[in-house]
C-alpha cells in the first residue's frame, strides 16, 4: 500500500481513494455483476470467458485492491501509476498480480450502488481499477511478443 500511496500525481493532488477487500462473499459478489456485464458484450470470446462456471474477476486472489477516483484531471493517470507501483511492489514481495480495469466498469452500473456502500467508496469517488493479489498457482504464461517500432529516437 505504500507503494501505491507514494505514486507520483499530477500537482501532488493524490486524486484517489483505496479499498483492500479482503472479504470473498464481496468479491464474489463483484464478480457476479462482472460477469453479469461480461455476459452482455458484443465480443464472443468476453461473453465465452464469463459463461464459464469457474469464472472468478479475481482469479482466486485472496486480495483485491480497489483503486477510486476523485475524477480530477490527472486522477486516471494517478490511480494508474499506484496501481503499477502497487504491482511492482507485489513482485518485489514474492506475491503475483492482476491488473484490472473490467470489475470496475461493473461498479459503474447504477444497479450496483450497493456495492460501493459495501465496500465503503467515499461519496465522490468512483472505482476505476483494481489488482488482485495472491500467490501464484502457476508460472506466468510467456508475454505476449512486443508491438516492433513503437519507440522512436529523435537525435
Ligand atoms: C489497464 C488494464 C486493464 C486490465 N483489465 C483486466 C481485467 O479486467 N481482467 C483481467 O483478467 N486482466 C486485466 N488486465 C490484465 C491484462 O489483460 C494482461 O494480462 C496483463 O496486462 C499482462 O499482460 P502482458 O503479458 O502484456 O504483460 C488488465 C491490464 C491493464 C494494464
Keep these: 500500500m505504500k507503494c501505491g500511496i507514494y505514486a507520483a500525481t499530477g500537482i501532488g493532488k493524490q486524486p484517489w481513494h483505496f479499498t483492500v477487500l479482503q472479504n470473498r462473499e464481496l468479491m464474489d459478489r463483484i464478480t457476479a455483476a462482472n460477469r453479469e456485464l461480461m455476459l452482455k458484450s458484443p465480443t464472443e470470446a468476453v461473453k465465452k470467458w464469463?459463461?464459464?462456471?469457474?469464472?472468478?474477476?479475481?482469479?482466486?486472489?485472496?486480495?483485491?485492491?480497489?483503486?477510486?477516483?476523485?475524477?480530477s484531471q490527472y486522477a486516471t493517470m494517478d490511480c494508474a501509476n499506484a496501481t503499477q507501483n502497487m504491482a511492482v511492489a507485489a513482485k518485489s514481495l514474492g506475491l503475483g498480480s492482476c491488473y484490472m480495469a473490467a470489475p470496475c466498469v461493473a461498479f459503474r452500473q447504477s444497479e450496483h450502488k450497493d456495492l460501493l456502500e459495501a465496500l465503503g467508496i467515499p461519496?465522490?469517488?468512483?472505482?476505476?481499477?483494481?489488482?488482485?493479489?495472491?500467490?501464484?498457482?502457476e508460472d506466468p504464461i510467456p508475454r505476449v511478443p512486443r508491438k516492433e517500432n513503437s519507440v522512436n529516437y529523435v537525435r
Design 50 to 71: 464469463a459463461s464459464q462456471p469457474a469464472f472468478d474477476s479475481w482469479h482466486g486472489a485472496l486480495i483485491a485492491i480497489i483503486v477510486s477516483s476523485d475524477g
Design 123 to 137: 461519496e465522490g469517488y468512483t472505482p476505476l481499477v483494481a489488482l488482485a493479489v495472491g500467490y501464484t498457482a
